[in-house]
């Protein structure tokens, strides 16, 4: 797809993600690295997984975000469905913060397979934050992930000013 790594995602399910090897997933490793990644400015961009992985660590921040309100994992896992499916740029659009990184996708069929992709990694984050964010024993969110909402990996944002 357009400037971004079509990589494999762990759980089985829907969408243009190949379907996992024994490498961990894009998924997965972006948010065991997401604390410390979180703190980065620049990034440099190495191969296609980077930009993969530059969108979602801005993703994980708008989880979190909706997650901190929520007082229980289901309800966090409601939250993390209805953002994960709720109407979002993509590459090419004006308003999509990583036009820079990102190539425009160049027809329709392109676009249609871009906009699937991205919707399947952001259910796929949602679902799997839910995991490492609620404490199994209160069901609450952890101040250890949640007090990292505020920062901005690289200094951009997946949500308008405001939001």
Known sequence: TASSSSL???PPGWGPAPRETKDTDIVDDTIYYFKANVFFKNYEIKNEADRTLIYITLYISECLKKL??????????????TLGITNFPIPGESVFPLNAIYAKPSNKQED???????????QETGLSLCEKVFNPQNDKPSKWWTCFMKRQFMKKSLSGPGQ
């Not at 929520?70 to 469905?81: A, F, P, V």
């Not at 249609?112 to 952001?122: F, S």
């Open 8 to 10: 494999h995602l762990s």
């Open 68 to 81: 901190q309100k929520c007082n229980s994992k289901s309800q966090g896992e409601k939250e993390m469905y």
């Open 112 to 122: 249609e397979v871009m906009k699937a992709y991205l919707q399947q990694l952001r």
